[in-house]
T-cell receptor, first 110, second 121 residues
Framework: GQNIDQPTEMTATEGAIVQINCTYQTSGFNGLFWYQQHAGEAPTFLSYNVLDGLEEKGRFSSFLSRSKGYSYLLLKELQMKDSASYLC???????????FGAGTTVTVRA | DGGITQSPKYLFRKEGQNVTLSCEQN?????MYWYRQDPGQGLRLIYYSQIVNDFQKGDIAEGYSVSREKKESFPLTVTSAQKNPTAFYLCASSIFPPAGTGVLSFQETQYFGPGTRLLVL
């Protein structure tokens, strides 16, 4: 099976920056998504990476290094509403499905 | 407004009972998916469907059944054979189904419904 690792929890202060890492050991790699999920709600799409480098989207950026099997999601100028779980999902080569990490719960404190 | 709806929000199942979770989308998406979410675990795929009248088992299909008679609808039945059904169930859809090979397409982005929480009485 595919192995997707993320830290379980992170805490940061309002206005700060937090970096959520995702490492994957998969049978090849075809692409990666990041999702945000507030407690009890549906995951919502944040970003999509297929090539190495940084994808920036407002306060959120996502980075990918395929040679290292590594991605991170960077959240800048943290706001209280950013308190949520962040899910990394990878599609391996020749696989029909996404493999999801267990998610990283980010708590933003005032 | 386009989107994915799931009902009910909460569902209670008695021992030996089958229950059906509804999922409807008006996004004109070809592919639909059912996931199960348990605390501390990643989303696990139960079933997915690429087109009408076709569906495939995911990683944890045992004790579940689905149908895809209409493009908009993909109901999930949790049967009495599923011995540990308590979980948060999420339905999703995407424009394109997973290609399996080649670079991940942006059209494979999955959009999720609000979820159904199933509890056992």
């Amino acid at each position: 099976g595919q192995n997707i690792d993320q830290p379980t929890e992170m805490t940061a202060t309002e206005g700060a920056i937090v970096q959520i890492n995702c490492t994957y050991q998969t049978s090849g790699f075809n692409g990666l998504f990041w999702y945000q999920q507030h407690a009890g709600e549906a995951p919502t799409f944040l970003s999509y990476n297929v090539l190495d480098g940084l994808e920036e989207k407002g306060r959120f950026s996502s980075f990918l290094s395929r040679s290292k099997g590594y991605s991170y999601l960077l959240l800048k100028e943290l706001q209280m509403k950013d308190s949520a779980s962040y899910l990394c999902a990878v599609r391996a080569s020749n696989d029909y499905k996404l493999s999801f990490g267990a998610g990283t719960t980010v708590t933003v404190r005032a | 407004d386009g989107g994915i709806t799931q009902s009910p929000k909460y569902l209670f199942r008695k021992e030996g009972q089958n229950v059906t979770l509804s999922c409807e989308q008006n996004l004109n998406h070809d592919a639909m998916y059912w996931y199960r979410q348990d605390p501390g675990q990643g989303l696990r795929l139960i079933y997915y469907s690429q087109i009408v009248n076709d569906f495939q088992k995911g990683d944890i299909a045992e004790g579940y059944s689905v149908s895809r008679e209409k493009k908009e609808s993909f109901p999930l039945t949790v049967t009495s054979a599923q011995k540990n059904p308590t979980a948060f169930y999420l339905c999703a859809s995407s424009i394109f189904p997973p290609a399996g090979t080649g670079v991940l397409s942006f059209q494979e982005t999955q959009y999720f419904g609000p979820g159904t929480r199933l509890l056992v009485l």
